[in-house]
């Protein structure tokens, strides 16, 4: 192995699609209309959605989430509560701790997050957990 590259995984678009899927149907079956946004381990987006009745400011706060979660590799609630105020506003709403994001992770590798918005911060994380199991991502406690 050369010293100037390290193997990466990613997540396909075929993976991308499954999340957006399982995590609508859960969503639906819930009857809570949900923003779902899947980013690369970097916060590059590669899939969104705006179920119909789902409140559209929280397409934003769905992004926060997925990418505050693959920036930190970890549940947005592993945000110390006490930080979470002034995190937002340092990071003008880039960060959360908002519940509703989870890491993407293979065998303990991050490929991604997915933050889902719209419902209650249970509802948020349950829809999360359903787009990971679609795919056999690892799944995470929450902080």
């Known amino acids: ?3 100037f590259f390290e193997p990466s995984a990613q997540l396909t678009d075929k993976g991308v699609l499954a999340m957006l899927h399982a995590a609508i149907d859960k969503a639906s079956a819930m009857g809570q209309p949900q923003c779902i946004v899947v980013v690369d381990q970097s916060g590059v987006v590669l ?3 705006r179920m119909k009745g789902a409140r559209f400011l929280s397409l934003k ?3 926060a989430k997925a990418r505050t979660t693959a920036s930190i590799n970890a549940p947005t ?3 110390p509560e ?3 105020l002034l995190i937002s506003g ?3 709403g880039e960060v959360t701790g908002l519940k509703g994001g989870l890491p993407i992770r293979f065998g303990g590798v ?3 997050g997915i933050g889902i918005g719209s419902g209650s911060g249970d509802q ?3 829809v999360a957990r359903a787009a990971l199991q679609a795919v056999g991502a690892d799944l995470v406690s929450s902080a």
């Open 1 to 3: 192995m050369s010293d």
């Open 61 to 63: 706060s769905a992004l």
């Open 77 to 79: 609630t592993a945000i």
């Open 90 to 92: 340092a990071t003008q």
């Open 124 to 126: 948020d994380e349950e």
């Open 47 to 49: 899939g969104s959605f």
């Open 110 to 112: 991050l490929v991604g």
């Open 82 to 84: 006490q930080a979470r």
